[in-house]
């Protein structure tokens, strides 16, 4: 049962799932780090993502490689308006937020309900076709998603590095008050987390919705998988998304490849309420004082 | 949680003769009801409301201790399946169901409370959110017993008058006097001033001699019990039950109930459950705009509005008093 | 003099810091005891350990000759042990009156069926805890303000509040930290005068502070802190002659503390 290329198989599934995960989870813990707010209306963003995706590529042919980021982008930048409306009165507010955000999910998920109906659609793949190397089957598909996810996080992990305003915003999720004494225009900054987080999460929501399918209910498992993903890491913490991305990424693939899906899951909520019974503060974040 | 200016409504502890006298005049009209109407709609209506209000109470009961749980209905859902399995399958009588429905969901929140209610508030939120999503997983993957994903048919009135719409009326009014009653009572106690200091300060309630844990541990089994039994009432009702009927988003409707209503007195949760229940009916045909409704609904209380309606309320009534004063 | 309250080779670690170590000494029944020493001494490491709200990594605490190791607060309370915060001091949105009936809570408890059906002997146990509330309000002059909200009284009346919360629970030992922290001159000599009228009562008392004028008017011994360990006790005057004192904590404060 153990064959190299079922091995093989699980790495590189692991890899895409990762990939996919770390980008959820990324805005995520943006917003959690910088403005303190859980946000429950994650998944309903990544929902938005996939639409816009079915549209742009699906439907008006544009160039998946352009396509992709396009309908991020444009479900990001129409996203401020939420920013304005209704973010800007739950920051630093964790308890409120998160009641409050999941009326927000509300509210957009049965929005998109009217306007879409609830049926399932499908987004059709980027490439069709398979490579194989070695007898290891990868859909080419994947592979476009994987590259298309490392180009993201290696733009954001460059621009935290080295942009005035990246770095002023790595210094907001370290301590918001402490960058708001040194003149960081905390406002600006909000809106650039925001704007980030949702781009990411309405990029990773394409993907899922060309991986399994589109409706407007699908946005809670990317939430979930954004939760496991931060509660792993640290909320708050970058690296812990990396690393708390690749874990799950790599125990879904591999669980669910050797023992079947709801083992993977069951094993990894259990893992994950375990960490948070013992160590809530997760393996790369810093206990509250 | 922090306002607390809602005197007019509050059920401070060992509140006086008043609101036993309202809600007593409420409870006699609401026994009325089957003897005017005759609809069976509005009882079954009515039926749900009771149910309802049971398990928006006993989350409220947890809620005052300072924690939200996101996964409530997880254990409505144990208390369902544990009375309707006793009932069925050994054949035992309703009665007997209802006692396994209580005494199910405490025993698991007995085990998991120790663990879970160390969490500050935030952290408990996300645990319980996952355990309801596991408690539904197994609800879907442990077929022999639940029936998986199709969950369990044809289950039997609790006796067979209760097949009239205006028996189970009276039957799930009687609980919910009975368990709203308790809930009220408890924390007019004693151990309801326990409960209040501990959601305030639970380091200075802890070194006031209040046994912190202990006591959260037992007012969650408690109202993980109770809303078992809530749970048995809808299960005999609908005559189903399956997983999707306790899912996180069963337990997010059980926290609107109580965020909409007002969360810092018993009744929030009330007059949440009856806003919840009855606006619906309003809009009956539009299931979606409901919803969005409700969630525009929890971000304005969330932002603006944290004692809910009943602060509303409350505010209004002292606008009315002071115009009529001036 | 018997000792009421006798700690043996106290230790704490948080993590690779040791916070207390080897820390001795008795607190006589009737008896004001200072604890003193520069921010970082370990002096309110040493007062969570003693009050159960972490448990010590080792050593002994032994009251009234019972160990009372590792025991969590509310247990000591139990005992007749109880403390105070430097900070969230009471319920800042309830009454007065109810934030000493929180604080009397263990001494009223009659049993979860009793006070949930409210029995005669619920009745009794609430009116002695009202009587005990209503006295110590009465005794440190809070009885007008007693309907107020907590939150709403002067910093000086909330720190007396605090008080009368841990004194409602009728202790023998109450330990204070830092009760004068953020008053102004007139009230701290009013919370001197106050704990001395509550050792009056027989109540043995534990403060924490670390201003030394304010500890010499008011205890009895004094013991000295330093870097977690004990570095001296005995009377103010005995003290503040030592010279690993001086050496140690008032060799480069002592301009300070004399202009103070």
């Not at chain 2, 408690?135 to 008058?161: L, Y």
């Not at chain 2, 070194?207 to 078992?228: N, Q």
Request: hydrophobic share 55%; with cysteine; aromatic share 10%.
């Amino acid at each position: 049962m153990l064959s190299p290329i079922l091995l093989g198989q699980a790495v590189v599934n692991g890899i895409s799932l990762s990939a996919i995960y770390i980008l959820v989870a990324l805005g995520f813990t943006l917003l959690f780090g910088i403005m303190r707010v859980v946000n429950f209306a994650h998944g309903a963003f990544a929902m938005l993502g996939g639409y816009a995706l079915y549209y742009v590529y699906g439907r008006w042919g544009v160039p998946y490689l352009i396509a992709a980021p396009l309908s991020a982008l444009g479900v990001a930048l129409a996203a401020l308006v939420l920013e304005r409306l209704v973010y800007r009165w739950f920051y630093q507010k964790m308890f409120q937020s998160m009641i409050g955000l999941l009326g927000l999910e509300m509210a957009i998920v049965f929005t998109a309900v009217i306007i879409w109906d609830p049926h399932e659609r499908s987004v059709p793949a980027a490439l069709a076709g398979i490579v194989e190397v070695g007898g290891i089957i990868v859909p080419t598909d994947k592979l476009v998603i994987v590259g298309v996810a490392a180009v993201a996080l290696a733009a954001f992990y460059l621009f935290t590095k080295f942009s005035k305003y990246g770095l002023a915003m790595r210094a907001a999720a370290q301590d918001v008050e402490i960058a708001a004494a040194q003149g960081i225009d905390t406002t600006r900054i909000y809106q650039l987390a925001f704007v980030i987080a949702i781009f990411m999460a309405a990029l990773a929501g394409g993907f899922y919705a060309q991986t399994y399918a589109l409706s407007p209910l699908m946005g809670e498992r990317p939430l979930m998988m954004a939760f496991i993903v931060v509660i792993l890491g640290g909320m708050g913490s970058i690296p812990g998304v990396a690393l708390g991305g690749i874990i799950l990424g790599f125990a879904e693939s591999f669980l669910g490849t050797f023992y079947g899906g709801s083992v993977a899951v069951f094993a990894s909520f259990g893992a994950v309420i375990l960490l948070l019974i013992f160590r809530p503060w997760g393996l790369l974040g810093t206990p509250e004082t | 949680m922090t306002d607390a200016s809602l005197s007019p409504l509050a059920l401070a502890p060992r509140a006086g003769g008043r609101p036993l006298a309202i809600a007593a005049a409420v409870v006699a009209v609401l026994a009325l009801v089957p003897l005017v109407i005759a609809d069976k709609f509005i009882l079954s209506l009515g039926s749900t409301v009771f149910i309802t209000a049971i398990a928006a109470a006993s989350l409220h009961l947890i809620i005052r201790t300072g924690h939200i749980s996101l996964g409530h209905a997880a254990f409505m859902g144990i208390g369902a399946y544990a009375s309707v399995l006793t009932v069925m399958e050994l054949g035992l009588p309703f009665a007997a169901g209802v006692l396994a429905a209580f005494v199910a969901p405490c025993l698991l929140a007995l085990a998991i409370g120790p663990l879970v209610l160390r969490l500050t508030g935030k952290y408990f939120v996300l645990v319980t959110f996952l355990f309801g999503e596991i408690v539904r997983m197994v609800f879907v993957e442990w077929k022999s017993v639940t029936g998986g994903a199709n969950g369990i048919f044809g289950i039997p009135a609790p006796a067979p008058v209760f097949n009239d719409p205006a028996a189970y009326y009276y039957l799930s009014l009687g609980a919910g006097v009975l368990l709203v009653g308790f809930i009220a009572r408890l924390l007019a106690s004693e151990v309801g001033r326990a409960i209040d200091a501990v959601r305030e300060s639970e380091r200075l309630a802890h070194c006031s001699g209040i046994p912190v844990l202990r006591l959260k541990v037992t007012i969650f089994a408690l109202g993980c019990g109770i809303v078992g039994i809530a749970g048995a009432l809808q299960g005999h009702f609908i005559r189903y039950v399956d997983p999707t009927s306790y899912s996180v988003v069963q337990s997010l409707n059980l926290v609107v109930v109580n965020v909409i209503g007002g969360m810092q007195t018993l009744v929030g949760p009330l007059v949440g459950t009856l806003f919840y229940l009855i606006l619906p009916e309003m809009l009956r045909g539009y299931v979606e705009l409901q919803r969005i409704i409700f969630g525009i609904i929890l971000i304005i209380v969330m932002a603006f509005l944290p004692g809910g309606l009943v602060e509303l309320g409350g505010r209004a009534l002292q606008l009315v008093r002071r115009r009529a004063g001036s | 003099m018997t000792a009421l309250l006798s700690v043996t080779s106290l230790h704490r670690q948080f993590g690779g810091l040791t916070a207390v170590r080897d820390l001795s000494f008795d607190v006589a029944e009737g008896e004001i005891l200072g604890v003193i020493g520069p921010n970082g001494a370990g002096k309110t490491t040493a007062i969570n350990l003693v009050s159960g709200v972490i448990p010590p990594t080792s050593g002994r605490v032994e009251f009234r000759g019972e160990d009372v190791t590792g025991l969590p607060p509310h247990r000591l309370v139990g005992r007749g042990i109880v403390r105070t915060f430097q900070s969230t001091t009471v319920y800042g949105d309830r009454t007065v009156r109810e934030n000493g009936m929180r604080g009397a809570y263990l001494g009223l408890y009659p049993g979860f069926f009793a006070t949930l059906f409210d029995t005669a002997h619920a009745r009794r146990m609430r009116a002695e805890a009202t009587a005990v509330v209503d006295e110590l309000l009465d005794w440190l002059g809070l009885t007008e303000v007693a309907e107020d909200k907590a939150g709403s009284l002067p910093y000086g009346h909330q720190k007396t509040l605090g008080m009368i919360i841990a004194l409602a629970s009728r202790p023998r030992l109450i330990m204070l930290d830092e009760p004068v922290a953020g008053l102004g001159g007139g009230d701290a000599d009013h919370v001197r005068d106050t704990i001395k009228r509550v050792r009056g009562r027989g109540i043995t008392v534990i403060v924490i502070d670390h201003n030394m004028r304010f500890m010499s008017g008011l205890c009895d011994r004094v013991l000295v802190m330093h870097q977690g360990a004990r570095l001296a006790v005995g009377t103010p005057q005995q003290v503040l002659a030592d010279p690993a004192v001086i050496e140690a904590y008032l060799g480069k404060r002592h301009a300070a503390l004399a202009g103070h």
